[in-house]
Each structure stands twice: as C-alpha cells, then as structure tokens.
C-alpha cells in the first residue's frame, strides 16, 4: 500500500513571495490534515478535511494561508505572501475518518524563508 | 482550550533497560483519545499507541505500554526492553474537539 505523498519535499523562497505543497493521502482515507511543525515543536494542526469539507480550519492563518482538496483527494496548501516565521515543515497526513483513527504522515516539505 | 505538556525534552537509556515518557493535559471534555507517536530521524511520523478515554484497561503493543490515569490528566509511554531503533523524537497527542501534539521528548537510547 503506498503511503501519503508530498511534494516538493524541499523549498527556499524569499519573504512575500508565494509557495504551494501538494498531498496525495492513501487511498481510501476519508480524512487529511495539514500540520504545521516548527522546528523544536510538536506539529500543530492547520486544517483538517473530511472528503472535500472543511472540518477544523480555527489555527490556519487565512489572511495568507489557503488549502482546497479538490474532488476528495489531494490537496494544496499555499502561502501568499509568506513570512520569514513561515519557516517550517509542513506535514501531511490522512486516516480513514476521523481522528481517533489512526494517522499517517507524509515526509513532509521543508519550506525556508529567506 | 486544550493543552498537552511533554515535561522532559530529553531523556536517555541504556540499550535493553526501561524507560518511560511522561505526557499530561488539559481538558474538559470526558470523550478523547490520546496517542504516541515516534518520529525517527528524517524518518516519518507513525504511531506508536492509542488509548480510547472511556477504556479503563492500559494499551499495550508489544514493548510498548501506557500509564492511563484520567483523573490525573496523565498518559506516560513505557518503552521495555530499549534498542536502538526506538532512539527518535516522542510527540504525545490529543484528539477531541481539537487535535493537539505535545512539544515532544528525543529519545537517546545509549550502547
């Protein structure tokens, strides 16, 4: 069984320009989340999708932050303009629905800002 | 708001010896789920153990066991029988109305 695929899984960019990350979860879960883990820190959770809902978007900055998981299953996540504390790894995982189940994650995209 | 606190940033253990992970948190709700996750060095996170709330019975998987006291808010991870392969960051989690990790703990596990 494949796992949850990310891409890119390394980016550099300057301050207030602009970078998306693409996530495949595995097939068949219901439910992906985005995390934010900054380094030193436990993943912090940014939006959770239930097929192509939004169920939990409270901590996703939205003046700059957007995600859309089109037809249920992948999903993007852009920043716009990015700031130098969005400096990151920014995780992916999926679980077959909702959190209680088991997730699992992606490698990541290492997302520096300079 | 939720909260959960790993207390140690790092520990240490001697390669076949015991240890255990202490995790607390806050909450007001009386249906959770809590759970440990490894992150191995540029490895991915996977799950380690989950425990259900409303169970009063410890989960266990194989070396790995937890101490579930509700009442106190607790959820310590006991590694037996450390190898080296367990040596990665720890993240205790929470998942109610929130999804909330701890700051996590590195595991060293010493020759």
């Known amino acids: 069984e494949a796992g949850v695929a990310q891409s890119p899984r390394y980016k550099i960019i300057e301050k207030r320009q602009s970078v998306a990350f693409w996530c495949n979860p595995i097939s068949g879960h219901a439910t992906l989340y985005w995390y934010q883990q900054i380094l030193g820190q436990g993943p912090k959770l940014l939006i959770q999708?239930?097929?192509?809902?939004?169920?939990?978007d409270s901590q996703l900055p939205k003046d700059r932050f957007s995600a859309e998981r089109l037809k249920g299953v992948d999903s993007t996540l852009k920043i716009q303009p990015a700031k130098l504390e969005d400096s990151a790894v920014y995780l992916c995982?999926?679980?077959?629905?909702?959190?209680?189940?088991?997730?699992?994650f992606g490698p990541g995209t290492r997302l520096t800002v300079l | 708001a939720q909260t959960v606190t790993q207390s140690q940033p790092e520990m240490s253990v001697q390669e076949a010896e015991t240890v255990t992970l202490s995790c607390t948190y806050d909450t007001s709700e009386s249906d959770y789920y809590l759970f440990w996750y490894k992150q191995p060095p540029s490895r991915q996170m996977i799950l380690v153990i989950r425990?259900?709330?409303?169970?009063?019975q410890n989960a266990t998987e194989n070396r790995f066991s937890v101490n579930f006291q509700k009442a106190a808010k607790s959820f310590s991870l006991k590694i037996s029988d450390s190898q080296l392969g367990d040596a990665a960051m720890y993240f205790c989690a929470y998942a109610g109305e929130e999804i909330i990790f701890g700051k996590g703990t590195r595991l060293h596990i010493l020759p």
């Open positions: 995982a999926s679980s077959l629905l909702q959190a209680y189940n088991e997730q699992f």
């Open positions: 425990q259900e709330a409303y169970k009063q």
């Open positions: 999708f239930q097929n192509n809902g939004v169920v939990d």
